[in-house]
């Protein structure tokens, strides 16, 4: 049909087919070095009625429960005691891991909310307002450890108004000259 609406002879049409089923769809492919690698921003820092208001990202992030039967194993008078020692221990693993990720959670948003303060410029005016920062200052200012903080912030992003960014970027390591100068 096509040779036809064409005019053309089948064969040149098959040559055509040839040629097109040889072509990149995506030219720029072969002169890409990396594979794209897209992030997820862990929090958010929106300005709302002239004041920065920091949000964690709560999406895929499961809400974690311990179900209510196992808590009425442990009444049940029918049950061994071996069995509620283990859904005792069980219990208390559970708790525990979900103290924690609320844990990792708060730190997170102290962590950042206090990047927020220390780099409030950043946020009005962009990169030429970003001003040095070390870890030991946001730790002193959280009330938390050095190496809290940079565990807090390895490999966690965050969507500003100045666009997603990691929150080590926010943080710049001294610069020491060949006499020890910081």
Known sequence: ???????????????????IAGLEPKPGRDFATTETRY???DVFVDKMDGEYVVSLNDDGMP???????????????DGSS???????????????LIRSIHQRQSTLYKVTTSI?????DFFDHGVRALRPLVLKDVAND???????????????????PQGTLELKYFFTSSIRSSDGEG
């Open 82 to 96: 071996e069995a509620k020692s283990y859904i005792r221990e069980k219990l208390s693993a559970a708790q525990w």
């Open 142 to 160: 959280i009330g938390m450890h050095e190496s809290t903080v940079s565990r807090a912030t390895a490999n966690k992003y965050v969507h500003t």
């Open 39 to 41: 992030v997820t921003p």
């Open 1 to 19: 049909k096509l040779a036809k609406d064409l005019r053309v002879g089948r064969d040149e049409i098959a040559e055509a087919i040839k040629i």
């Open 63 to 77: 809400r974690l429960r311990v179900s209510n039967s196992y808590r009425r194993m442990l009444v049940d008078e």
């Open 116 to 120: 927020v303060r220390f780099q409030h």
